[in-house]
């Protein structure tokens, strides 16, 4: 651990030189010479003037950025290699210490929105008709569509390829698209529940009244149902959020129209936007996008056909920003780049994108109020420290730093920071922390407030998770964990030490089709070779589930008022044996493995043990160890998926020892 400690220090040691500018938004001018006392105004501006050095010039420059709101509404701030430093000099770009330096994707439209008239074509539809103000989108250029690294994400895979969080106020709350249910006050979101399925298109809606509801408080009325028709015939661009056909995937469809002369009414949905998985009855959903359901403050509507976008906005004095740039900030082909002290708002994509880069450093900075991912960063030697990543659509921020197939390592890192209200768009498979990628640390942070994971780790080698914080994370969603990985018997070296886990569970309306499933550390589906010590569990539904996999530590950890430490199984024997049997079809767990050559450097120098997996019973969950751990008002230690179950440690060849009830 000390180790890891002053490899943190050393990594905060640059040779400062190169050229110094001063920027200010109020006060400068791009004729100036950039001193303290005669700032240039613009970025753009001090971005040529590094640009016409050479690089042993530029290496070690510092631009210092004054207090105020740089706008970038067409194109993103954008470096590239021309912008790039020298390794231990940095070109360093940061605002000025206590001061406000915001660079920004959005329009400040606080003075743009007027009152709606009773003459306004939709006064009449609208709720709250004196309480809403509208703004005219027209002389603003439509958003393009999301394409690149951002659009292989899941936040944009449905067919919507829309982004849903436009305005924002001043703090980068954003405004919530129209919507039945609300959202509660405490802040969970709320669900309709599909009545009768008529087809995998289509489904009855209950209504009040009609004895045809499950129990649920959030039913609308007929009335309802025939406002939002109407809005469809206006052309408006209504959507349904909804879980389909699993209470762990979501997805956002249009609507064709809602038959109203069904008892009760039927939604159908639009072909080119089908749900995720199949239709299933009592399933979750939501309405977005009607102009009838703009009832409360926070929330806004966008009418496409007149492109005025309404919004009820609070009696406060807070600014408001119009989303207008898809990206705030990108890092292309550069390397040396370190960002300071400054906030990055308002992108209807990412906030941040970093791609194919190098020694990337961004500090003490907030990225925070972004319609997709508040932040991707792709390449190796990259540094996140004190920073924010929050209200974000999708996840806080993506790391994909190291190669798998070749084990390179990427010796990132993300630390000391606080990741928080992801999935404000998407809501599953949007954690805090998506992670791909070798050599990696993750280290002092705090995840909180997200409906799925704190973290979600794929293809990864070699991570650790040292003295984290995870809470209420894995809010809405069944199946999922704090920590989450699945489907591989490779991604071995994974180490979780000293993490805590607290408020790890289910928050509002029940899941309707399948029990509670969150845990703090979730190894799904055959997930193998995590070793996980001296962790702390505090109310988490399940501390540790291992889902049919092998080789993993689980050692010196405390787990205090759960429903259960551990969940073991050995799925691999039963249904999922097609995985895991080399005699099988499409065995994916045999394929991935036989991928890497494990019989051959680099894999048999680095993990020897995987060129005999196929040797030694695959499909049992074999090597685990569960030992030396704590557990209070826990009802039992360990289970095979339900308790009082007790794993067959014996015939898995895995084992328990000295774990003890004290509390």
Same mark, same amino acid.
């Given at each position: 651990?000390?180790?890891?400690?002053?490899?943190? !220090?050393?990594?905060?040691?640059?040779? &400062?030189?190169?050229? &110094?500018?001063?920027?200010?938004?109020?006060? #400068?001018?791009?004729?100036?010479?950039?001193?303290?006392?005669?700032?240039?105004?613009?970025?753009?501006?001090?971005?040529?003037?590094?640009?016409?050095?050479?690089?042993?010039?530029?290496?070690?420059?510092?631009?210092?950025?004054?207090?105020?709101?740089?706008?970038?509404?067409?194109?993103?701030?954008?470096?590239?290699?021309?912008?790039?430093?020298?390794? #231990?000099?940095?070109?360093?770009?940061?605002? @000025?210490?206590?001061?406000?330096? %915001?660079?920004?994707?959005?329009?400040?439209?606080?003075?743009?929105?007027?009152?709606? *008239?009773?003459?306004?074509?939709?006064?009449?539809?609208?709720?709250?008709?004196?309480?809403?103000?509208?703004?005219?989108?027209?002389?603003?250029?439509?958003?393009?569509?999301?394409?690149?690294?951002?659009?292989?994400?899941? !936040?944009?895979?449905?067919?919507?390829?829309?982004?849903?969080?436009?305005?924002?106020?001043?703090?980068?709350?954003?405004?919530?698209?129209?919507?039945?249910?609300?959202?509660?006050?405490?802040?969970?979101?709320?669900?309709? +529940?599909?009545?009768?399925?008529?087809?995998?298109?289509?489904?009855?809606?209950?209504?009040?009244?009609?004895?045809?509801? %499950?129990?649920?408080?959030?039913?609308?009325?007929?009335?309802?149902?025939?406002?939002?028709?109407?809005?469809?015939?206006?052309?408006?661009?209504?959507?349904?959020?909804?879980?389909?056909?699993?209470?762990?995937?979501?997805?956002?469809?249009?609507?064709?129209?809602?038959?109203?002369?069904?008892?009760?009414?039927?939604?159908?949905?639009?072909?080119?936007?089908?749900?995720?998985?199949?239709?299933?009855?009592?399933?979750?959903?939501?309405? *977005?996008?009607?102009?009838?359901?703009? $009832?409360?403050?926070?929330?806004?509507?966008?009418?496409?056909?007149?492109?005025?976008?309404?919004?009820? *906005?609070?009696?406060?004095?807070?600014?408001?920003?119009?989303?207008?740039?898809?990206?705030?900030?990108?890092?292309?082909?550069?390397?040396?780049?370190?960002?300071? =002290?400054?906030?990055?708002?308002? @992108?209807?994509?990412?906030?941040?994108?970093?791609?194919?880069?190098?020694?990337?450093?961004?500090?003490?900075?907030?990225?925070?109020?972004?319609?997709?991912?508040?932040?991707?960063?792709?390449?190796?030697?990259?540094?996140?420290?004190?920073?924010?990543?929050? %209200? !974000?659509?999708?996840?806080?921020?993506?790391?994909?730093?190291?190669?798998?197939?070749?084990?390179? %390592?990427?010796?990132?890192?993300?630390?000391?920071?606080? &990741?928080?209200?992801?999935?404000?768009?998407?809501?599953?498979?949007?954690?805090?922390?998506?992670?791909?990628?070798?050599?990696?640390?993750?280290?002092?942070?705090?995840?909180?407030?997200?409906?799925?994971?704190?973290?979600?780790?794929?293809?990864?080698?070699?991570?650790?998770?040292?003295?984290?914080?995870?809470?209420?994370? !894995?809010?809405?969603?069944?199946?999922?964990?704090?920590?989450?990985?699945?489907?591989?018997?490779?991604?071995?070296? +994974?180490?979780?030490?000293?993490?805590?886990?607290?408020?790890?569970?289910?928050?509002?309306?029940?899941?309707?089709?399948?029990?509670?499933?969150?845990?703090?550390?979730?190894?799904?589906?055959?997930?193998?070779?995590?070793?996980?010590?001296? +962790?702390?569990?505090?109310?988490?539904?399940?501390?540790?589930?291992?889902?049919?996999?092998?080789?993993?530590?689980?050692?010196?950890?405390?787990?205090?008022?759960?429903?259960?430490? &551990?969940?073991?199984?050995?799925?691999?024997?039963?249904?999922?044996?097609?995985?895991?049997?080399?005699?099988?079809? =499409?065995?994916?767990?045999?394929?991935?493995?036989?991928?890497?050559?494990?019989?051959?450097?680099?894999?048999?120098?680095?993990?020897?043990?995987?060129?005999?997996?196929? $040797?030694?019973?695959?499909?049992?969950?074999?090597?685990?160890?569960? @030992?030396? +751990?704590?557990?209070?008002?826990?009802?039992?230690?360990?289970?095979?998926?339900?308790?009082?179950?007790?794993?067959?440690?014996?015939?898995?060849?895995?084992?328990?020892? =000295?774990?003890?009830?004290?509390?």
């Amino acid at each position: 651990m000390q180790f890891l400690l002053t490899l943190l !220090c050393c990594l905060y040691i640059v040779s &400062v030189s190169g050229m &110094v500018l001063y920027v200010s938004e109020t006060a #400068g001018d791009d004729s100036n010479s950039g001193t303290e006392a005669k700032p240039i105004k613009t970025l753009t501006e001090a971005q040529l003037r590094l640009r016409s050095l050479k690089p042993g010039e530029r290496a070690g420059s510092q631009v210092i950025i004054r207090q105020g709101v740089y706008s970038f509404t067409r194109q993103p701030l954008s470096f590239n290699q021309s912008d790039s430093g020298l390794p #231990g000099q940095p070109v360093i770009w940061m605002g @000025a210490p206590g001061e406000n330096v %915001q660079i920004s994707s959005g329009l400040n439209v606080t003075g743009l929105f007027t009152p709606v *008239l009773a003459s306004d074509p939709r006064y009449f539809e609208l709720p709250l008709p004196v309480m809403t103000s509208r703004l005219d989108l027209s002389n603003y250029a439509p958003i393009p569509p999301i394409t690149g690294l951002e659009a292989l994400t899941t !936040c944009f895979a449905d067919n919507t390829q829309t982004p849903f969080l436009r305005l924002y106020s001043s703090d980068a709350t954003p405004f919530m698209l129209s919507r039945f249910p609300n959202i509660l006050e405490n802040s969970t979101w709320a669900f309709m +529940n599909l009545g009768n399925v008529t087809s995998n298109s289509s489904f009855e809606i209950p209504t009040t009244g009609d004895g045809s509801a %499950q129990s649920n408080e959030f039913l609308p009325t007929r009335t309802q149902v025939s406002k939002w028709a109407t809005g469809i015939d206006k052309g408006d661009d209504v959507r349904l959020h909804g879980y389909w056909g699993f209470d762990w995937a979501d997805n956002h469809v249009s609507v064709s129209r809602f038959n109203l002369t069904s008892d009760p009414p039927v939604a159908l949905i639009n072909p080119s936007t089908p749900p995720v998985y199949p239709l299933k009855r009592n399933a979750r959903w939501l309405i *977005l996008g009607a102009i009838s359901e703009l $009832d409360v403050v926070g929330e806004y509507f966008i009418d496409p056909v007149k492109d005025v976008l309404y919004a009820v *906005l609070s009696n406060s004095s807070s600014s408001y920003f119009l989303s207008l740039g898809l990206r705030t900030v990108t890092i292309t082909n550069a390397s040396d780049i370190t960002l300071s =002290n400054l906030k990055i708002n308002y @992108a209807t994509a990412n906030g941040l994108l970093v791609v194919n880069s190098t020694r990337i450093s961004v500090i003490n900075s907030s990225i925070a109020g972004h319609g997709g991912s508040c932040a991707m960063f792709q390449g190796v030697q990259l540094r996140i420290d004190g920073s924010e990543f929050g %209200q !974000c659509g999708c996840a806080g921020l993506h790391l994909l730093s190291g190669t798998q197939a070749t084990l390179s %390592q990427g010796n990132s890192t993300v630390s000391n920071s606080h &990741v928080h209200s992801m999935g404000l768009f998407k809501r599953m498979y949007q954690p805090g922390l998506a992670l791909s990628g070798v050599g990696n640390m993750i280290i002092n942070n705090v995840f909180e407030n997200g409906p799925h994971s704190g973290v979600l780790t794929t293809a990864g080698n070699d991570n650790q998770y040292l003295n984290n914080t995870f809470d209420h994370v !894995c809010m809405e969603s069944g199946d999922s964990g704090a920590i989450y990985s699945g489907r591989s018997w490779i991604d071995r070296g +994974n180490k979780v030490y000293f993490n805590t886990f607290q408020h790890v569970h289910h928050f509002g309306q029940p899941l309707p089709l399948q029990k509670p499933n969150s845990n703090g550390v979730h190894l799904d589906d055959q997930m193998s070779g995590f070793d996980i010590q001296h +962790n702390s569990f505090l109310e988490v539904e399940t501390g540790v589930r291992i889902g049919g996999g092998r080789d993993n530590i689980v050692k010196f950890n405390t787990f205090m008022n759960c429903t259960s430490a &551990v969940e073991f199984d050995a799925r691999g024997l039963t249904w999922q044996k097609d995985s895991c049997d080399p005699t099988a079809a =499409n065995p994916k767990l045999v394929d991935t493995l036989k991928a890497v050559h494990p019989s051959l450097p680099p894999w048999s120098e680095h993990y020897p043990y995987l060129q005999r997996l196929l $040797d030694n019973e695959p499909c049992t969950p074999v090597g685990n160890v569960l @030992a030396n +751990n704590i557990y209070c008002e826990t009802p039992d230690f360990a289970c095979d998926k339900t308790c009082p179950n007790v794993p067959d440690y014996h015939d898995w060849n895995s084992s328990a020892s =000295n774990n003890t009830r004290k509390c």
